[in-house]
């Protein structure tokens, strides 16, 4: 599987609520970087990302660039919460070793999550 293909897998079994799929497809010490979560390792940011479990609903990969064992992706991430429902486009460079994830950087609007959430 090339490093696009994996990321892919990796994202459709994520936000369809697939964690234990998700987390086959990342290395032990997966570095994950992003607005609101930075984590060192796979235990980690699962833990870090375990709230986004009962909102997502999944993902529409637009388009991804590959360059060996680095894959750059655009994509809407879709949540819905009781605040409403929508998209929350997303770019993520990923970096591959051994087969699987081991890194990535996130970067996406606050702001158009934080519409998207419930307020206190």
Known sequence: MDASELFRTYLDRFTSGDTAGAAELLTDDFRFHGPILRSEGKAAFLAGSAQLGPIMRGVQIHQQWQDGDQV???YDFKIE????AGSIPMAE???VRDGKLASA???FDTAA???LMPTA
């Not at 919460?81 to 409403?84: C, I, L």
């Open 72 to 74: 750059c992706s655009f």
């Open 105 to 107: 950087r996130l970067i």
């Open 113 to 115: 999550m934080a519409a």
């Open 93 to 95: 460079w990923n970096t």
């Open 81 to 84: 919460t009781p605040a409403g």
